[in-house]
């Protein structure tokens, strides 16, 4: 089982299935955009000499490259730049020598007897298990790095809680998600954690038997915690096959929403590089991006929100489904799969466009054609930017009716009251992480209301236009 959601994704960030509202007849200049932040000038006392240490010893000098650690107020830990750094520049390259492969962590494990057979544990699972195994074996030499080869790097990794949704009790997740379109993304993290513990259950059984390991290693805390480490800090390499893996160094570097800088493979370097997509004055934090991720996304995968307003991807998340009754149900069915879509979907509504697939997609579920035979030709139309009529309605008229109707269904959905919310995501502080997730999440509920209501308004609008001929 490998969980997806909250991965740091490469160059599959930019995501191909958005587009602005812009592109959407008769909708784009209903939206407008929000800008970024702005970066501030820090410290540049290395605060991680160890690491840096360890790095040199493994042939990996990362002073050249400009960056020192820094502990960041209410960020943890970041990179900061201590000399000038331009744009475009390869600012960092962490060779791979130094980075935590799948079969990397398979090798250098205790139980390689039993990991060098065929196996069928993803790409997440290896590295729960090798981050789990540094883990007890620094904790049992007292963080010593005798007692771990990579204990320096699981040195500087959070402890429990990490802040992701899985260190969130079963009520905070079913009071704070109550209503939002993130619950299903919260319970898709969780179950798939509690699939990787239980996939892990007859490997480990048998390297107890076998003497491989000690009993008490490779605890369910541990696991879910090295699960946890994953969620927030592994990188996919879309270049090597979307491998999945662990960047020490690299992986201190903070989200910024405006930021489009990337963490990248180069086949030609060896390495996972950096290069910014800005100027960088020294004292300034170098940031990247994680993806286009809302804030109530970066808070379930990551522990932490940007600050409210500073980002542009805030979206409501909504899912639409075929209706068991629709008499050309399993036409639509097979019309979507030749699509490349699921008879249910979920969508991220911006407060600046919509996903460039949520109106076709709509259209197809709510129109009536004559016959089963007109649905494939119907998608076909639909999902090619057409708007054919139906019954003398327009398919765009169709999907708008039937999203204002959803939208308005999801601003009631919400059990908290609209102005409690507000007054507590007043109260909480600017940016902060796990420990001020009520008031978080309820910032991120006011945002999906705006979203919402904007969407619908929209709708409506759109709708007006269309039943006058516009």
Request: proline fraction near 6%.
């Amino acid at each position: 089982m490998s969980i997806s959601a909250g991965t740091k994704s490469l160059s599959c960030y930019r995501n191909k299935n958005y587009q602005s509202c812009s592109a959407l007849p008769g909708l784009g200049q209903l939206f407008r955009r929000i800008s970024g932040q702005s970066s501030q000038l820090l410290d540049l006392v290395d605060s991680q000499p160890e690491l840096l240490q360890w790095l040199q010893e493994r042939q990996y000098d990362a002073c050249k490259q400009k960056l020192v650690t820094q502990e960041l107020p209410g960020q943890g830990r970041g990179l900061v730049a201590n000399a000038a750094v331009r744009k475009g520049e390869l600012l960092l390259a962490v060779p791979q020598q130094l980075i935590i492969f799948p079969e990397t962590a398979a090798a250098e494990s205790c139980l390689a007897p039993l990991l060098s057979q065929p196996q069928q544990l993803s790409d997440w699972s290896l590295l729960a298990l090798f981050l789990a195994e540094q883990l007890y074996l620094c904790d049992r030499a007292g963080g010593s790095s005798s007692g771990a080869a990579w204990a320096p790097y699981i040195g500087v990794l959070p402890r429990n809680p990490i802040g992701t949704v899985l260190d969130w009790s079963q009520k905070d997740v079913d009071t704070l998600l109550a209503g939002s379109g993130l619950a299903s993304t919260a319970a898709m993290i969780r179950i798939g954690a509690q699939l990787v513990w239980q996939d892990l259950q007859p490997l480990l059984t048998a390297a107890k038997q076998q003497g491989l390991c000690p009993a008490e290693m490779f605890s369910k805390a541990d696991i879910y915690w090295a699960i946890g480490i994953c969620l927030s800090r592994s990188v996919r390499l879309a270049d090597r096959g979307d491998q999945v893996v662990l960047v020490p160094f690299a992986d201190l570097l903070n989200h910024e929403p405006s930021c489009e800088a990337y963490l990248l493979w180069e086949e030609q370097q060896q390495a996972v590089v950096l290069r910014p997509d800005r100027d960088y004055s020294p004292g300034q934090q170098v940031v990247i991006s994680y993806g286009p991720k809302s804030s109530g996304e970066l808070l379930l995968s990551y522990g932490f929100c940007p600050p409210a307003g500073s980002n542009p991807h805030d979206a409501a998340h909504l899912s639409f489904s075929l209706q068991d009754s629709d008499p050309w149900l399993q036409a639509k069915q097979q019309a979507l799969q030749r699509q490349g879509k699921a008879s249910s979907e979920s969508f991220a509504l911006r407060i600046d466009g919509l996903p460039a697939e949520l109106l076709p997609f709509l259209a197809l579920c709510a129109a009536q054609p004559q016959s089963a035979a007109e649905v494939e030709a119907l998608a076909d139309e639909l999902f090619a930017g057409r708007w054919p009529s139906i019954g003398g309605v327009s398919c765009e008229q169709l999907a708008l009716e039937m999203l204002a109707k959803v939208c308005k269904a999801a601003l009631k959905g919400y059990p908290q009251q609209a102005e409690a919310d507000r007054q507590l995501a007043a109260a909480g502080q600017a940016g902060g992480g796990f420990e001020h997730r009520r008031e978080l999440m309820a910032a991120v509920r006011v945002r999906e209301r705006q979203i919402l209501s904007r969407t619908e308004f929209v709708a409506q609008q759109r709708i007006r236009q269309l039943r006058k001929g516009a």
